[in-house]
Each structure stands twice: as structure tokens, then as C-alpha cells.
């Protein structure tokens, strides 16, 4: 079985910076690839990043393209989501999944494995 539990959300203000981390256990890590999902109040879950089993590719949502910066640490098990100037439109719960399909994108119905979410508020 695969645990993923994601850590470092909080409240911070506009323009503030937070870096998320998703560590994973049970399985070869190297083995899925990893996404970052947020969901806000009374919203469906929506695909923020992702990336490749090695690495070496990453893809993102259109709104977050120049200020967040998904990478990963094989060594580690972990997968972390530095996120910059952020806006008060992306607050909510954020999500990290592990998917055994290299295949996968950004749906999140491709995801095998999900975490319990850490919560980020950003304020105006």
C-alpha cells in the first residue's frame, strides 16, 4: 500500500511564497509519476502540476506557469511544490497523487494514490 502525506501549507499573504512537500512510503517511489492538485470550497479538484518518473519533465497549469516549481527527490521519496507569489484565488486544499501510468496528465481520475491534503490560505 502507498502512503503520500503532504506537509508545509499555511496561511500567507499575497505575493507570499509557501513550499509544499508530499513525502511517500510503501512502494519505489521512482516508480509514479506525481501530481499536485487543489481544491478549493464546494469546488471540483483541479490539476496544478505534475511530474515525470525521472524528473527531467514537468507540466503545469496554464495560471501557475512562472511561479510554482514542481520537483522531486527519488533519494528522498518526497515531491514538493514550491509555490510564488501567490494570489488569494488559489486558496484551498492541496493534494498530492502518485500515479503508475506514465501516461498520465491531468486528470485526476489517473491518479492511483492520493494524500489527505494540506490546507493553503492566501489572503488579500
Known amino acids: 500500500q502507498v502512503q503520500l502525506a503532504e506537509s508545509g501549507g499555511g496561511l500567507v499573504q499575497a505575493g507570499g511564497s509557501l513550499r509544499l512537500s508530499c513525502a511517500v512510503s510503501?512502494?519505489?517511489?521512482?516508480?509514479?509519476?506525481m501530481g499536485w492538485f487543489r481544491q478549493a470550497p464546494g469546488k471540483e479538484r483541479k490539476f496544478v502540476a505534475r511530474?515525470?518518473?525521472?524528473?527531467?519533465?514537468?507540466y503545469y497549469t496554464d495560471s501557475v506557469k512562472g511561479r510554482f516549481t514542481i520537483s522531486r527527490d527519488n533519494a528522498k521519496n518526497t515531491v514538493y511544490l514550491q509555490m510564488d507569489s501567490l494570489k488569494p484565488e488559489e486558496t484551498g486544499g492541496y493534494y498530492c497523487?502518485?500515479?503508475?501510468?506514465?501516461?498520465?496528465?491531468?486528470?485526476?481520475?489517473?491518479?492511483?494514490?492520493w494524500g489527505q491534503g494540506t490546507q493553503v490560505t492566501v489572503s488579500s
Open positions: 510503501g512502494r519505489t517511489f521512482s516508480n509514479y509519476v
Open positions: 497523487a502518485a500515479s503508475v501510468k506514465y501516461t498520465t496528465g491531468s486528470d485526476p481520475l489517473g491518479y492511483d494514490y
Open positions: 511530474i515525470t518518473r525521472s524528473g527531467i519533465s514537468t
